[in-house]
Nanobody, 121 residues
Framework: QVQLVESGGGLVQAGGSLRLSCEAS????????LGWYRQAPGKERELVAT???????NYADSVKGRFTISRDNVKNTVYLQMDSLEPEDTAVYYC???????????????WGQGTQVTVSS
């Protein structure tokens, strides 16, 4: 059973930065892809960034050039460095892990508690 613990969210002014962390236990971390997602109030959860077990990354157009996803297979942790934050980035951010197809499609029954990111203008 995978356990996901997201942290690092907070309140930041537009243009600022935050670094999110997600520790995953109970999974074959190093063998799986990882993804960061976000859900804003009244909106569906959306995929923000993915990283494969080989380290290849992909980003939603809305965050490309501003966010960076990385992983530490020793610490079983995935990170999301968020720079040049905008009010539109305000959301609860979640991570998840599994096959690359599952990560891209968000095909998971279990989600962690997420971490709130609020960007003020």
């Amino acid at each position: 059973q995978v356990q996901l613990v997201e942290s690092g969210g907070g309140l930041v002014q537009a243009g600022g930065s935050l670094r999110l962390s997600c520790e995953a236990s109970g999974s074959s971390f190093s063998l799986n892809s990882l993804g960061w997602y976000r859900q804003a109030p009244g909106k569906e959860r959306e995929l923000v960034a993915t990283i494969t077990r080989g380290g290849s990354t992909n980003y939603a157009d809305s965050v490309k050039g501003r966010f960076t996803i990385s992983r530490d297979n020793v610490k079983n942790t995935v990170y999301l460095q968020m720079d040049s934050l905008e009010p539109e980035d305000t959301a609860v951010y979640y991570c998840n892990t599994g096959s690359h197809l599952a990560v891209v499609r968000g095909l998971f029954h279990y989600w962690g508690q997420g971490t709130q990111v609020t960007v003020s203008s």
